[in-house]
C-alpha cells in the first residue's frame, strides 16, 4: 500500500514541474517573476527527488518482508522436518497435486526413477491400482480432503503398493505459499512404517486370536456378538450362537497328555471350520469349548440340525500320534436377543444350555430355556453352601449293610455321604456329589469320609468291613494311594477291612494314572469293588488287567430280574458266571423283599444289599447291628 501512496505523489509531481517549465518558458518574465519560476522549478525538482527516495525505500522495505515470510515458511518446513527427524524422505506437490522436485530418496521409496515420477500426480501413485476403482483407504481420503481444503495434516498412516508388496507410510505435510503469500502446493515428510505396523498386526492378532487353534478367541467372539444382536436389533431379526464342548476331553489330557490334546483341539477345529458357512464366524472360548456365532439365528430348526451334524463329526476318531482317539461333543444353543440383551448374557444362556447337555449324559445338543437360569442359581447357591458344609459339621455318613445272601449275617456295611443343610434342608447325593466334583471339592470331602469312615469301623468286629466309594477324581490324585495308607495308620484300620468302590468310568480311555492308584492300594492289602457293574463301560478288558474282590450288580438289574424280564436275567447269570471265573463276589444291591431275595440267591448272588436288610443308619445303629446287639431287618 505504501508503494502504491509514493507512486502516485511521484507521477503527481512530474507533470507539474513539466507544467511549469512550459508555462514559463512562453512568457516575457522580469526579474521577479524570474525568481519565482526558478524556485517552482526548484521546488518541484526537490519535491521529485523526496517522491523517488520513498519509493525506492517502500520497496526495498517490501521485498525485506517478502524475505521474512519466505524466511519464516522454511523455517516452519524445517520444523516439521525436525519433528520428523527420523523421516525417510520428502515430497512437495503443486496446486495441480503432482510432484515436482522429486528426491532421490523419495524415488527409491516409490520405486521408480526421480525424473520419471516429476509431475505425476502423488495421490494416484499412493491409490496404486485402487484409483481406477475408487476404493480408497480411509487415510488417503482423508489426505486428499486435507490438501483439498488446505490443510495441514500429521501421522496419517496408510497402505502403499509398491512392487506388487504392500508397504505402510506415514505422512505429514503442510500447504506451501510462494513470496506473494499465494497457494503453491504441498509440502511435507514420509516415513515407512511397515515393520512397526506388522509387529501391531502380530500384538493385536495375539489378543484377539487363540495361538493354538488359529481362531478367534474370547474377546473377538465377545465383540462378534455384540455385533451379532446390534444386527438383529436394528432390523428386529435375530442371531445364533452355540458353545459346543468336546465329552471326556479332560480324559485325553490326564492319560496321554497335553501335547495330544492340544493337537486333537487342533483337529476338531478343523472339522468345525470346515462345516460352517462364509457368514459364520467360528472361535474357541477356552479349554475344550468353541463358540460359533450365527447372524441369521430366525430358522432354530437349522441351528439344532447343525448342531447334530458336529457333534457327529466331532465324535468320529481321530489318528493322534499313533493313537486313536474317540471323544465325544454336545452343544447347546441360544437365540439373541430373546435369550440374553448383550454379549455377556448370550454366551451364558448357551453354556448353560451346554451344562445341561452334558448332564444329561453327553454327546446331545440342547436349547436355552428360562429354567436353566433357575438351575444354575440353585447350584451357585449350593456350591457357596457345600464350601461350608465340612467346616460347619453338616456333612455325616450313613452306613447300609451287606449280608451274606444265604444266611443273612452282616459282613460288612457301606458309607454312604449325606448332607444336611440349615437353609437346604436334606440335599440328595445325586445333587450334591456331582457338584462337588465340578467344584474341585470332592477331594477334601472324599478323605474326611474316608477317615471318618475308618474310624468308625475300628470298632466293629474283624470280620466286618466297610466299603467307601471313590471318585474318577480322587484316583487322578497321584497322593491318593499315601493319604489312604496314612489314614490306615492314624485309625488304626487293618487294610483287608477297608473296600474302596470304584465305578467304570475310571476304565474309561484307558487312563493309566488313575490304574496304576489301584494298584499301588492293591499292594497295601485293600479290597476293591467294582460298582454299578453294566452300566457304563461296555468293554470287559480291565477285569484282566485289576484284581477286584467284589463285582456289584445294579439295583435295575435286580428289579427287572424280579419282574421276570428274560434280559436282566440273563444279565445277572452272567455276571456271576464271570465273577466266579475270575474268582470274584457278587454282591446284588437294592433288594427290598424276599423274592427278590429268593431269585438273587438262586442266580447264585453270594451278598445282597437293601432295604430288606437295613436302610442306611447312624454310626450307633451300624456299630449295635455289627456288634449283634441289634438284629437286621429281615431277621
Same mark, same amino acid.
Given at each position: 500500500m505504501g508503494t502504491l501512496v509514493a507512486t502516485i505523489a511521484l507521477a503527481s509531481a512530474l507533470p507539474l514541474g513539466v507544467g511549469s517549465l512550459v508555462a514559463l518558458s512562453g512568457m516575457h518574465?522580469?526579474?521577479p517573476l524570474l525568481t519565482l519560476a526558478v524556485g517552482t522549478i526548484a521546488f518541484d525538482a526537490l519535491l521529485f527527488a523526496r517522491c523517488l527516495a520513498n519509493v525506492r525505500a517502500l520497496a526495498n522495505q517490501q521485498g525485506a518482508s517478502r524475505s521474512i515470510v519466505a524466511a519464516a515458511q522454511g523455517a516452519k518446513i524445517r520444523?516439521?522436518?525436525?519433528?520428523?527427524?527420523? =523421516?525417510?524422505?520428502?515430497w512437495r506437490i503443486d496446486t495441480a497435486k503432482n510432484l515436482?522436485?522429486?528426491s532421490p530418496r523419495l524415488g527409491l521409496a516409490l520405486g521408480d526413477d526421480a525424473s520419471a515420477l516429476e509431475g505425476r500426480s502423488?495421490?494416484?501413485i499412493l491409490a496404486g491400482e485402487a484409483w481406477e476403482t475408487g476404493n480408497f483407504s480411509? =487415510?488417503?481420503?482423508t489426505m486428499a480432503d486435507k490438501i483439498k481444503y488446505r490443510e495441514p495434516f500429521k501421522d496419517l498412516i496408510l497402505p502403499v503398493a509398491i512392487n506388487g508388496e504392500t508397504l505402510w507410510w506415514e505422512l505429514s505435510g503442510e500447504p506451501e505459499q510462494d513470496e506473494r503469500g499465494a497457494f503453491i502446493g504441498f509440502r511435507g515428510t514420509g516415513t515407512d512404517v511397515t515393520a512397526e505396523r506388522h509387529s501391531a498386526d502380530k500384538i493385536n492378532r495375539m489378543a484377539r486370536y487363540d495361538t493354538l487353534t488359529g481362531l478367534p478367541n474370547r474377546l473377538h467372539l465377545s465383540e462378534a456378538v455384540s455385533e451379532a444382536l446390534a444386527h438383529a436389533e436394528q432390523w428386529r431379526s435375530r442371531c445364533g450362537l452355540m458353545i459346543v464342548g468336546l465329552d471326556r476331553f479332560k480324559n485325553i489330557n490326564d492319560t496321554l497328555g497335553h501335547a495330544i490334546g492340544d493337537i486333537l483341539l487342533g483337529r476338531a477345529a478343523e472339522r468345525l471350520r470346515a462345516m460352517l458357512g462364509p457368514n459364520d464366524l467360528c472361535g474357541r472360548l477356552g479349554g475344550d469349548e468353541f463358540c460359533i456365532v450365527f447372524n441369521d439365528g430366525a430358522d432354530q430348526a437349522r441351528l439344532e440340525r447343525l448342531a447334530q451334524q458336529i457333534i457327529d463329526e466331532l465324535s468320529l476318531s481321530y489318528d493322534v500320534d499313533q493313537h486313536t482317539i474317540f471323544v465325544g461333543a454336545s452343544a447347546g444353543i441360544a437365540i439373541g436377543p430373546r435369550d440374553g440383551a448383550n454379549a455377556e448374557m448370550l454366551i451364558r444362556s448357551a453354556d448353560l444350555a451346554l451344562f445341561r447337555a452334558k448332564d444329561l449324559g453327553g454327546g446331545i445338543f440342547h436349547t436355552y430355556e428360562?429354567?436353566?437360569?433357575?438351575e444354575a442359581e440353585e447350584r451357585r447357591v449350593m456350591e457357596i453352601a457345600l464350601r461350608r458344609a465340612q467346616s460347619n459339621g453338616e456333612l455325616h455318613l450313613a452306613y447300609q449293610p451287606v449280608v451274606a445272601s444265604e444266611t443273612g449275617a452282616v459282613e460288612g456295611f457301606e458309607a454312604l455321604l449325606r448332607w444336611t443343610n440349615p437353609q437346604l434342608g436334606n440335599v440328595p447325593p445325586d445333587k450334591f456329589i456331582p457338584l462337588a466334583e465340578q467344584a474341585r471339592l470332592i477331594g477334601t470331602i472324599g478323605e474326611w469320609v474316608l477317615r471318618t469312615a475308618c474310624r468308625e469301623a475300628a470298632h466293629w468286629p474283624p470280620h466286618v468291613r466297610v466299603a467307601v466309594n471313590v471318585s474318577f477324581e480322587q484316583l487322578h490324585n497321584r497322593n491318593f494311594a499315601k493319604m489312604v495308607s496314612s489314614v490306615l495308620a492314624e485309625t488304626g484300620l487293618p487294610p483287608q477291612r477297608l473296600e474302596l468302590e470304584v465305578t467304570e468310568s475310571v476304565f474309561m480311555n484307558e487312563a493309566p494314572h488313575a490304574i496304576a492308584v489301584l494298584k499301588e492300594l492293591l499292594a497295601l492289602g485293600i479290597k476293591l469293588s467294582l460298582d454299578d457293574f453294566g452300566t457304563g463301560y461296555s468293554s470287559l478288558s480291565y477285569l484282566s488287567r485289576t484284581k477286584f474282590s467284589t463285582i456289584k450288580i445294579d439295583r435295575s438289574f435286580v428289579r427287572g430280574a424280579s419282574n421276570n424280564t428274560p434280559e436282566n436275567v440273563a444279565i445277572i447269570r452272567a455276571v456271576v458266571a464271570l465273577a466266579e471265573s475270575l474268582d470274584m463276589s457278587t454282591t446284588a444291591e437294592g433288594v427290598e423283599n424276599e423274592d427278590e431275595l429268593a431269585m438273587v440267591?438262586?442266580?447264585?448272588?453270594r451278598k445282597v444289599q437293601g432295604y430288606l436288610?437295613?436302610?442306611p443308619m447312624n454310626a450307633t445303629d451300624a456299630r449295635a447291628l455289627a456288634t449283634g446287639k441289634m438284629r437286621s431287618a429281615a431277621a
Open positions: 518574465m522580469g526579474w520444523l516439521i522436518e525436525h519433528e520428523h527427524h527420523d =523421516a525417510d524422505w520428502s515436482t522436485a522429486v502423488f495421490l494416484q480411509a =487415510a488417503l481420503r428360562p429354567q436353566l437360569h433357575v440267591r438262586r442266580l447264585g448272588c436288610f437295613g436302610r
